[in-house]
């Protein structure tokens, strides 16, 4: 389990290792291309359950923090699907992962 750190460390939010890395490299890009947008997410039950929403801005600091050593391979359908999503008035969520089939050569090495 990773952790998003937003604006100084104030936001902690607890996310996946496999769906951090994918959440970086569409937040990366649409920062890279000075696009803001909103983020939102689960709560965990002892964050009090519920769901929260951060407005994304490249000019605020942000940090990706891994448990795992290991960057995993990634799905482009999934960031096809978050990029889309970040660019809508509901801004990016978290999504269940898309099943890839296998063999059909849309995973992505992640730096």
């Known amino acids: 389990m990773g952790t998003l750190y937003y604006g100084d460390a104030r936001v902690a939010i607890p996310i996946d290792d496999r769906a951090l890395t994918h959440l970086r490299f569409v937040i990366l890009t649409k920062f890279r291309r000075g696009e803001s947008f909103g983020f939102s997410w689960a709560k965990t ?10 407005w994304l801005h490249p000019s605020i600091p942000l ?43 849309d995973e992505i090495v992640a730096a």
Not at 45 to 54: H, I, K, L, Q, Y
Not at 67 to 74: E, F, I, W, Y
Not at 87 to 97: K, M, R
Request: proline share 4%; net charge negative; no cysteine.
């Open 45 to 54: 039950a002892n964050e009090g359950s519920g769901r929260a929403t951060v």
């Open 63 to 105: 940090q990706f923090e891994f448990d795992g050593s290991r960057s995993p391979s990634l799905n482009r359908q999934w960031l096809e699907d978050l990029t889309r999503q970040a660019a809508t008035s509901g801004g990016l969520v978290v999504t269940e992962e898309p099943k890839q089939e296998s063999g059909d050569g």
